[in-house]
């Protein structure tokens, strides 16, 4: 995106402590079942997608005028 970033040591942590977790398991099927909700994108074309759109809503001012980049969110 053209920005300079700063990467933070371990001991500049800004996760709370015993955050980490070690495997991630994830499944859109409650979101289904409850919603009717599905990924618009899958596989790694979906993935390269989904960053792109990631990227452009960043890059629009109105969006980073609400985003809180200062804060750590759970």
């Known amino acids: ?3 300079e970033i700063e990467i933070l040591s371990d001991k500049e942590r800004f996760r709370p402590e015993k ?3 070690e495997r991630l398991w ?4 409650k979101a289904y079942k409850l919603l ?3 990924p618009e ?9 989904g960053l792109a759109k990631t990227v452009a809503w960043f890059k629009d ?3 980073l005028s609400s985003y809180k980049s200062n804060i ?3």
């Not at 994108?41 to 997608?49: A, K, N, Q, V």
């Open 41 to 49: 994108y899958d596989g790694l074309d979906g993935f390269g997608e």
């Open 1 to 3: 995106m053209g920005v």
């Open 72 to 74: 750590y969110n759970i």
């Open 36 to 38: 009717g909700w599905k």
């Open 19 to 21: 955050s980490e977790v």
């Open 26 to 29: 994830a499944s859109n099927e």
């Open 61 to 63: 001012p109105v969006n």
